[in-house]
């Protein structure tokens, strides 16, 4: 099987210009450089109106929750997702953004998402993850899951907001060179030309580029090392604001050079035993952002 060394892929970056971005960056003041010269603050309050609102709803993955038998967890999972999506439509955020595994198992991605797309009454995007398209990734599985989603990876503007959504199961080991070279050509441009447009950008992916600690090692949660600097150092240069994953199964908030990262609730099973739900991400025209649970339902196995 084919992977990708941080030589590769630092040279397909530099054929398409991307590494030139990087060149004699300050990453010691990329903290308070980004976006209008100030970094996203967590507040308990917003100081003027949000000026945009996304729900921010992580791994639905139907089938994975636990019960009885397959077919319980299954219904049971829909159940909760059908709420959250009840939910979701009463709030109408600007944006509902779904980080990845849809499902459990990805030959059922088309058995009830069709029919879900269709109840949600707000702009969506959805970044896929591994049990979408499974490893190693290969173009029958990007195919399954387009015929359902549409797109493997996509982006909206929404209130001078750009929301880039990718598909990271391209950061794992793939033989299907061109399509990682088309996902990497397409981000740059995304991300690009929304710097350049006066765009402030947030990216989406399943797995998130780390998890707990930059420095951690490899596991099957996080980006790989050889890729991981990189990839956070380019986000930064092109003014990133937030990073917005899924994944861990566990509620997660964290930073890299001021870009919050972070991972929500789930309504399939939640490691950490939270409540299932989503969380909801107010930002203001200052970048100070709340973001706030959103109950589903209470988890039986929550700690008391």
Known sequence: MATFTRREFLTTLEAI????ALDGFNWARAAQETTGGSSPTKVAELKGKPVLTIAHCCDPQLGFGIADSAEQ????DLRRLKKEIELINAAQPDLALFAGDMTNRWQEVGKDWPELLKSLKVPFLVAPGNHDIPDPLKASGVTNFTGVFGKEYDSVVVNGWKIIAINSQYCRPTDEKALYDAQVEWFRNELESAKSAGLRSIVASHVPPFVKQFEEKDEYFNFPTELRKTYLDYLIANDATFYLAGHTHTTLERQYLGLPILNAETTSQNFDRHDFGFRTLKIDDELNY?????EVEKNPAQKK
């Open 17 to 20: 210009g991307m590494a030139a």
């Open 290 to 294: 709340v973001w706030d649970f959103v």
């Open 73 to 76: 967890a299954y219904a049971d």
